[in-house]
């Protein structure tokens, strides 16, 4: 495989910075390090990093396949950055143009809100600072989007809202079952056109309030992951100290969005509150970006008894490209990943799912997800179930699980 060379340049500070990266974790040292003097683009271009650098190549096979597949990719962060969605960048790891490079179909823009100052894997205390407060105000947002939680959550979704608008069609809002299958008809006659689906990432945006669900639906949101890296009101984060279930307004919460007809997301969620998820809800659910412990052990990531459960209740498991969801940020890495969780639970569960621009460095950026295809080819999977994997189950997933 033909790979371009890994970027370099600036090691002292990318060094100091990579420590922290963990999910949105990185924030952290990119605020303390940089944020000050330098502002967002400076924590964003050292945090949102692709270890090879574009352009990308792949072999006749793989390009021929990818350029003729639907892809999706399950879990990007973009929205929370100080970045155009509508124009190029040097920096970041999505944007649209970069998207329709890559032959994306679809993307799920999820929105974080709060990340713990302690940025641990387990263990971080509910009450720890709040990283993302310091990033918003680098960003310029208006003090009316910097608090309470639910404001943030309303301020991306808006400039989702308005990236959707001046895209001039190029970037298309899903929200149901009849705009997806109106957006693929879309794309037969217009194949640069990418959809976009909104998530939230952790219940705490609610900010206590079960009517702020009714608040996001009508903004466009349509998954949800009830924690993200710490406990909330709603229960147990795989990084908090509790480890608990859901607690009664968590389900509470699970309720309403089944009748609403949203997607449980469970990425980040504790044990205990997985088997609550699993036992309450009757409809899929989504992981939208994990590792997996057959190939890389720790609390971050998925059993095989969890993806097995996950997988029976119609569900669908995306698949990350960062360390420590990953043994390395690599290709390889990712494939090993799927491979594991393919033969697991079986093809047609498995996803992919970035985590692009969630403060993590990434083996390609968005544009480069043909060297996925590439190395799916490589592993054995033949072009049916490589066109699976890099985008249909995806779009079949949401087909059945969107509201109608």
Excluded at 196 to 217: P, Q, S, T, W
Excluded at 266 to 284: F, K, Q
Excluded at 298 to 308: E, I, M
Excluded at 385 to 395: C, L, S
Aim: net charge negative; hydrophobic share 45%; aromatic share 6%.
């Amino acid at each position: 495989m033909s790979e371009a060379a890994p970027e370099s340049g600036r090691r002292p500070l990318r060094q100091r910075l990579k420590r922290g990266c963990l999910g949105c974790g990185g924030l952290l040292v990119g605020v303390a390090l940089g944020g000050a003097w330098f502002g967002s683009t400076l924590i964003d271009r050292a945090l949102n990093r692709a270890l090879v650098r574009p352009p990308y190549t792949a072999s006749e096979q793989a390009t021929a396949l990818h350029a003729k597949i639907l892809v999706a990719d399950l879990h990007a962060d973009s929205l929370m950055w100080d970045r155009d969605l509508l124009e190029e960048h040097t920096h970041g790891l999505v944007d649209l143009p970069r998207l329709v490079k890559g032959n994306v179909a679809l993307q799920v823009f999820t929105m974080p809100t709060r990340h713990p100052l302690s940025n641990k894997q387990q263990g971080n205390p509910a009450d720890s600072p709040d990283m993302i407060a310091p990033l918003v105000w680098l960003n310029g947002w208006p003090s009316e989007a910097r608090q309470p939680l639910f404001a943030r959550a309303e301020h991306m979704s808006m400039r989702f809202a308005d990236a959707v608008e001046r895209s001039g069609g190029g970037l298309v809002p899903v929200r149901t079952q009849g705009e997806l299958a109106a957006f693929l008809e879309l794309r037969e006659t217009q194949p640069q056109a990418v959809a976009g689906i909104l998530g939230v990432e952790g219940g705490h945006c609610l900010d206590g309030k079960l009517e702020n669900l009714d608040a996001l639906f009508a903004l466009g949101v349509r998954t949800f992951g009830p924690t993200h890296f710490f406990d909330n009101r709603l229960g147990g984060s795989a990084h908090g100290e509790s480890l608990a279930g859901l607690t009664d307004f968590g389900r509470e919460v699970i309720a309403k969005l089944d009748e609403l007809g949203m997607i449980v997301d469970l990425s980040h969620a504790s044990p205990a509150l997985i088997e609550d998820v699993l036992a309450l809800t009757s409809r899929p659910v989504l992981v939208s970006h994990t590792g997996v412990q057959g190939t890389q052990p720790g609390p971050r990531n998925l059993s095989d008894a969890q993806l097995k459960a996950i997988a029976a209740h119609d569900g669908l498991i995306g698949i990350a490209f960062f360390e420590p969801a990953l043994p390395a940020a690599t290709v390889e890495e990712v494939v090993r990943a799927i491979r594991h969780t393919a033969n697991l639970v079986g093809v047609e569960r498995v996803a992919l799912g970035s985590d692009f621009d969630g403060s993590v460095r990434c083996p390609v950026d968005v544009s480069g997800l043909v060297k996925i295809t590439e190395a799916l080819l490589e592993d054995g999977f033949t072009p049916d179930q490589v066109e699976r994997i890099m985008g249909r189950n995806a779009v079949d997933f949401f087909a059945r699980a969107l509201p109608d």
